[in-house]
């Protein structure tokens, strides 16, 4: 099985931003045309293509073994269908390079796709590159789009088995929160990994403030420990255990 790992799934995805389907409304785009091969306009309107986007990306990095058993699939319910073991009703525990699916109209039934790049603030928002999507129709706007929504829009995810890795820098050797004093150097050894693990995007300026707080809370979360927003004995070790 061709192994990839989910940073560069996702660098692949993300350089498709604005690639869009022409003509509007057609469906026709350089992802069904592969996937379905090259026909008359007309015939790719019904081939709706959030899932295809993601078929592509595998495909084309040469990990097609990852997506759906080596096997095309164009809808999102059969996908999930043909993936049952590896679906999970959850948004709580997200990584990179996770298939995630959609509901918007509170009926909790899958409508889109797309694949996670990270959480929003304070993991009330998740991140994703989607294929087919658009600012006035979330499931068939035809464009490839970074877009960010509510956490509550997520019905499930599928993890692919990706290459993973832990982490290789200095893990802190004290428990840090926002409510303890800690030494500069192992707020700074925290925010490197946290940055490291979920993209938080956080200054390394050894101060435990209010978003190394929140992002410390997001990694708790996802990792099923208590979210105290406390670096302890326990979200230490656990930390050296976490592969990405």
Same mark, same amino acid.
């Given at each position: 099985?061709?192994?990839?790992?989910?940073?560069?799934?996702?660098?692949?995805?993300?350089?498709?931003?604005?690639?869009?389907?022409?003509?509007?409304?057609?469906?026709?785009?350089?992802?069904?045309?592969?996937?379905?091969?090259?026909?008359?306009?007309?015939?790719?309107?019904?081939?709706?293509?959030?899932?295809?986007?993601?078929?592509?990306?595998?495909?084309?990095?040469?990990?097609?073994?990852?997506?759906?058993?080596?096997?095309?699939?164009?809808?999102?319910? %059969?996908?999930?269908?043909?993936?049952?073991?590896?679906? #999970? +009703?959850?948004? =709580?525990? !997200?990584? /990179?390079?996770?298939?995630?699916?959609?509901?918007?109209?509170?009926?909790?039934?899958?409508?889109?796709?797309?694949?996670?790049?990270?959480?929003?603030?304070?993991?009330?928002?998740?991140?994703?590159?989607?294929?087919?999507?658009?600012?006035?129709?979330?499931?068939?706007?035809?464009?490839?789009?970074?877009?960010?929504?509510?956490?509550?829009?997520?019905?499930?995810?599928?993890?692919?088995?990706?290459?993973?890795?832990?982490?290789?820098?200095?893990?802190?050797? %004290?428990?840090?929160?926002?409510?303890?004093?800690?030494? #500069? +150097?192992?707020? =700074?050894? !925290?925010? /490197?990994?946290?940055?490291?693990?979920?993209?938080?995007?956080?200054?390394?300026?050894?101060?435990?403030?209010?978003?190394?707080?929140?992002?410390?809370?997001?990694?708790?979360?996802?990792?099923?420990?208590?979210?105290?927003?406390?670096?302890?004995?326990?979200?230490?070790?656990?930390?050296?255990?976490?592969?990405?």
């Amino acid at each position: 099985m061709a192994k990839i790992t989910a940073d560069k799934l996702v660098k692949k995805a993300r350089s498709y931003k604005g690639i869009k389907e022409s003509p509007v409304n057609s469906n026709k785009c350089i992802f069904t045309e592969v996937y379905c091969g090259k026909h008359p306009t007309s015939y790719y309107r019904p081939w709706y293509w959030c899932v295809i986007f993601e078929w592509y990306n595998f495909m084309i990095l040469g990990a097609s073994e990852l997506f759906n058993h080596g096997k095309k699939c164009a809808s999102c319910n %059969q996908y999930v269908a043909n993936n049952k073991s590896q679906y #999970k +009703k959850t948004a =709580k525990d !997200l990584l /990179k390079g996770d298939l995630v699916y959609f509901t918007f109209s509170n009926k909790r039934t899958i409508e889109h796709t797309g694949i996670f790049l990270k959480y929003g603030k304070n993991a009330d928002t998740i991140i994703t590159v989607d294929g087919n999507t658009g600012s006035t129709n979330e499931a068939n706007g035809g464009a490839v789009m970074i877009r960010e929504r509510k956490r509550s829009c997520v019905v499930g995810r599928i993890r692919p088995a990706y290459k993973r890795r832990g982490y290789t820098g200095l893990f802190p050797g %004290q428990t840090i929160s926002i409510k303890e004093k800690a030494s #500069k +150097k192992h707020v =700074k050894r !925290l925010q /490197k990994f946290l940055n490291w693990a979920l993209d938080a995007g956080l200054e390394i300026d050894g101060l435990c403030g209010p978003k190394t707080d929140s992002w410390l809370k997001v990694y708790q979360m996802i990792r099923s420990l208590r979210q105290d927003g406390s670096a302890g004995p326990i979200t230490r070790t656990d930390m050296k255990k976490f592969k990405r």
